[in-house]
């Protein structure tokens, strides 16, 4: 059974900068696409940002130009690089591996921006 697990989170002052990392515990093949989403105590879990297995990206408007998202297809891992960090981007943020049989989904790591 294949699992992500995602590092990376905490807490950080508003201004300040993270990097998340996503990894699978073992070979996923056939990735078509990777990514993150979030969400925040009382609201919907919403995307933040995904790359194709081609290294096309997405990012929700309310990241654009403050986040990054990297891939490593061949280490089954993705990044999150977070800069510019609002007391609103606090949420739990979960990673994804999309491929044609299914998704795999880490468990969440919080991320906790201070004001």
């Known amino acids: 059974q294949v699992q992500l697990v995602e590092s990376g989170g905490g807490l950080v002052q508003a201004g300040g900068s993270q990097r998340l990392s996503c990894a699978a515990s073992a070979r996923v093949y056939s990735i078509n696409a990777m990514g993150w989403y979030r969400q925040a105590p009382g609201k919907q879990r919403e995307m933040v940002a995904l790359i194709t297995a081609g290294g096309s990206t997405n990012y929700a408007d309310f990241v654009k130009g403050r986040f990054t998202i990297s891939g490593d297809n061949a280490k089954n891992t993705v990044y999150l690089q977070m800069n510019s960090l609002k007391p609103e981007d606090t949420a739990v943020y979960s990673c994804?591996?999309?491929?044609?049989?299914?998704?795999?989904w880490g468990q969440g790591t919080q991320v906790t921006v201070s004001s």
């Open positions: 994804y591996h999309r491929t044609p049989i299914g998704t795999y």
